[in-house]
């Protein structure tokens, strides 16, 4: 089972719409994919318009006392499962913290990791939506995802947030993910996207080659609640997240 | 009758006829939104068994899906539970052998239930299905309906034979339950929609009408017992003839090799039975009939012995400590060549008018004698009882006159008449009380497997010593598999030692004081 997870600092980069279409597009090529939409607002669950609910909420789920097994929900998508939001994972952090004091013996930042290993036999591809933040879900996030998929807005911001990353990744012992970066919401008619593009792509060799544009056929997909790759599989968008599969899904 | 599944439904409307998918759909309508998927996919398959249905038999049933390249092997229980599946790169047109495919799951399964038999088309199926979505009311996919249209064909043929029912099948979406729950609630008040009483399978078989045999005789083929001798044997040696003339067609095929045992089977009870019930029949038949079916027996008996040998061999091979299994090697090609010369040989035989006017000719000579009835006595008990206890008292003293210095021939000979009052015992058996019947059965058992041992051993040593002759003669031995030939002949003579020694044994259970009374119940009932 190969772990992915999107994630960046910053709200609103094009995190869960990535997720939500390499999750089709995974699906789509025959892997037992999973999705877990671990943000409380819900974007990814309603896009698959499955309620953002889980029984017992998110300390159930941390605690053990409902399996993930148990919570997940089938999408309209063959091979592909959701795992819906809840409004409680916005405490995840407390829960997270104080799962360790509750005698599992497993330290704080690797319970999440804990939590997906019995999916193992299941899936294929497990995707980790997560919620904008540092925090100790984040750094759970960390330990537990083979890819840490970092869409990037080009700005020169966002390339020191990349750095800083991972920097903070490469501290880890044990276990540390692949970082892989790609430009999210990119306009071209911006001279400054493609200069940052340019430059990050020829000088560091995690960063993707593909861009995803900003495209109003992205935004569409809250109005079509479902992934672009689905709806519109022959859009310039699908075929950005297409090309960006791709090239991800060479190096599994 | 209990339904396959409380989810799945079939139409009870000619095929063609849409109107009761149409109300199933109106039905749920009721509490879904209802959406159409586009476009049917369509699966291909052929379900296989042995001839004799040993998957069947074990509860399971075994299925080919065809993909667009290659397919894959599907082992489910026959409520169709899934037990197992493997890739395979496509399903020949003849039969194939388990031990012929590639390594997995479903060979690892099924050989030891199937072997030494092969692998028959039961029945081919294209399936249709299209699947309509069933929504919540977000526009969420909760559960799903799945429309099949199935048209099975026999092995063999190439027209549809049989389309089967319209089956809809409502297939739940992970985390939904409730909702696939409420559909089929919502389906089952629909007119003209009954539970699937069958899973395809069996539909299948029905629909072309094959069913698994049950190994019991067709009415006009029982016996009673207070029915004249001479119809109650006329029925019995029908019967046997049906076997034979039901293995021939696989025999010539070269199926398995199973179809040529059943067939020897067959004639080694007739000639039984001519021998120890041929006097209730006509003058003359049972001595006609008699040498026919020796004729029959020993045309046979060559490819049979190399089938043996064959079947055997990678077991005799591995029993191997001074020589290496592949020194067997060239003894194993010298067998394919002489089992395929003397294959060709019997197939010709059987396919001439001798076979043909046998097999026509008795069946005409049994059916008379039935049909016109015969004298009212003896019944079929008075010769079964007599025949029987005949056989037994036969048993008794042979055996007892047996000394540990006792010539071979002496055991071969008790072989022989050991296996005449087993074929008594089954022939009768609808006759006989089931509990004192498997008593006695399961004794004789013991020591036929003593006295088979013990001659079998023989004969293939002798045999093997014959084959080591023929190689040299034809120069395919070389030294080592000669040497290995001799190993292979010294463990078969410890193998014969071991049943002379278990013989004293097994025949004192069988003929002693205990055995005797377990016959005399049998023939007379308890006191």
């Known amino acids: 089972m190969k772990i992915f997870a999107t994630y960046n600092i910053k709200g609103g980069v094009g995190k869960t719409t990535a997720a939500v279409n390499l999750a089709y597009l ?37 605690r053990g006392t409902r399996t993930l097994d148990d919570a997940i929900k089938g999408t309209d998508f063959d091979r592909l499962d959701l795992l819906p939001a809840d409004f409680t994972y916005r405490n995840m952090d407390l829960l997270l913290g104080g799962a360790a004091t509750t005698g599992t013996g497993t330290k704080p930042t690797r319970k999440l990791a804990r939590l997906l290993k019995p999916l193992a036999a299941e899936y294929d591809h497990v995707f980790l939506d997560c919620p904008p933040s ?45 970082v892989r970066a790609f430009f999210s919401m990119v306009d071209r008619r911006k001279k400054l996207h493609q200069e940052i593009i340019a430059t990050l792509q020829s000088e560091r060799a995690d ?29 310039v968008a699908a075929r950005a997240y297409r090309a960006l599969w791709s090239e991800l899904s060479k190096d599994i | 009758m209990i339904a396959a599944s ?55 049933m075994l299925r080919f899906e065809q993909a667009r390249r290659g397919g894959r092997l599907v082992l489910s229980r026959t409520d169709g539970t899934q037990q197992a599946e493997q890739p395979v790169a496509g399903w020949p047109r003849r039969p194939r052998l388990p031990e012929d495919l590639p390594d997995g799951p479903v060979r690892d399964r099924i050989i030891v239930l199937t072997s030494p038999r092969a692998l028959l088309p039961l029945a081919r199926a294209v399936s249709t299905a299209s699947v309509t979505r069933l929504l919540n009311a977000d526009g969420k996919t909760v559960a799903r309906l799945v429309t099949e249209h199935t048209t099975v064909t026999a092995p063999g043929t190439t027209a549809p034979t049989a389309e089967l029912p319209a089956r809809l099948v409502v297939t739940e979406v992970r985390g939904y339950p409730g909702q696939a729950r409420r559909a089929a609630t919502l389906l089952a008040a629909v007119p003209g929609l009954g539970y699937a009483s069958q899973t395809v399978f069996t539909a299948a078989l029905t629909a072309l009408g094959r069913h698994p045999s049950d190994g019991g005789p067709p009415a006009d083929q029982e016996i009673t017992a207070t029915m004249p001798a001479q119809v109650a044997v006329a029925r019995l040696l029908l019967r046997l003839l049906d076997t034979l003339e039901l293995n021939v067609d696989g025999v010539l095929r070269d ?59 990678d077991a005799m091979a591995a029993q191997l400590v001074a020589a290496s299994p592949a020194d067997l090697e060239p003894l194993r090609a010298f067998l ?34 039935r049909d016109a009835g015969g004298p009212p006595r003896p019944t079929a008990a008075g010769l079964a009882r007599a025949t029987t206890g005949r056989a037994f008292r036969k048993i008794v003293a042979q055996g007892a006159a047996i000394t540990p210095t006792s010539a071979p021939e002496s055991l071969h000979n008790l072989r022989k008449r050991a296996k005449e009052l087993r074929y008594l015992l089954e022939f009768f058996a609808p006759l006989h009380d089931p509990v004192s019947y498997r008593k006695v059965v399961s004794d004789l058992k013991q020591l036929q497997d003593c006295l088979g041992e013990f001659q079998d051993s ?11 002759d023929a190689m040299l003669a034809e120069h395919a031995g070389p030294a080592a598999t000669l040497l290995a030939m001799g190993e292979i002949a010294a463990k078969l003579a410890l193998s014969q030692a071991e049943a002379r020694a278990e013989f004293a044994v097994r025949f004192a259970r069988f003929a002693g004081p205990a055995g005797q009374e377990r016959v005399r119940v049998l023939l007379e009932g308890r006191p």
């Open chain 2, 458 to 468: 023989e004969v293939q040593r002798a045999e093997i010593h014959a084959l080591a």
């Open chain 2, 6 to 60: 409380l989810r799945e439904f079939v139409a009870d409307a000619p095929a063609g006829d849409d109107s009761v998918a149409a109300a199933a759909l109106e039905a749920l309508s009721a509490a879904f939104t209802t959406a159409e998927e586009t476009g049917t996919t369509t699966d291909r398959l052929i379900w296989l068994d042995t001839f004799d249905w040993r998957l069947y038999r074990a509860g399971l």
């Open chain 1, 134 to 178: 540092i925090s100790l879900v984040s750094e759970n996030v960390m330990h537990a995802a083979d890819v840490l998929l970092v869409p990037l807005i080009p700005t020169t911001l966002s390339v020191r947030t990349l750095d800083q990353l991972t920097e903070f990744v490469a501290g880890f012992s044990g276990h540390r993910p692949d």
């Open chain 1, 207 to 235: 960063v993707a080659a593909t861009p995803i544009p900003a495209l109003s056929m992205i935004e569409r997909m809250s109005v079509e609640r479902a992934p672009v790759t689905a709806f519109a599989p022959n859009s």
């Open chain 1, 26 to 62: 995974s699906a789509a090529d025959g892997f037992r994919t999973l999705l877990w939409d671990l943000d409380p607002q819900g974007a990814a669950s309603f896009l698959f318009r499955v309620k953002p609910r889980v029984k017992g909420g998110g300390k159930a789920l941390i």
């Open chain 2, 255 to 313: 199926i398995d090799t199973e179809f040529l045992h059943d067939f020897r089977v067959a004639v080694r009870r007739t000639r039984s039975a001519l021998k120890l019930l041929g006097g209730v029949l006509p003058a003359d038949l049972a001595g006609y009939y008699g040498a026919e079916f020796k004729w029959l027996g020993d045309l046979t008996t060559p490819t049979r012995d190399l089938d043996v040998h064959l079947l055997g061999f």
């Open chain 2, 336 to 369: 394919v060549r002489r089992r395929a010369r003397e294959f060709r040989r019997l197939a010709r035989t059987l396919r001439g008018p001798r076979f043909r006017a046998i097999t026509d000719d008795w069946r005409k000579a049994l059916l008379e004698i």
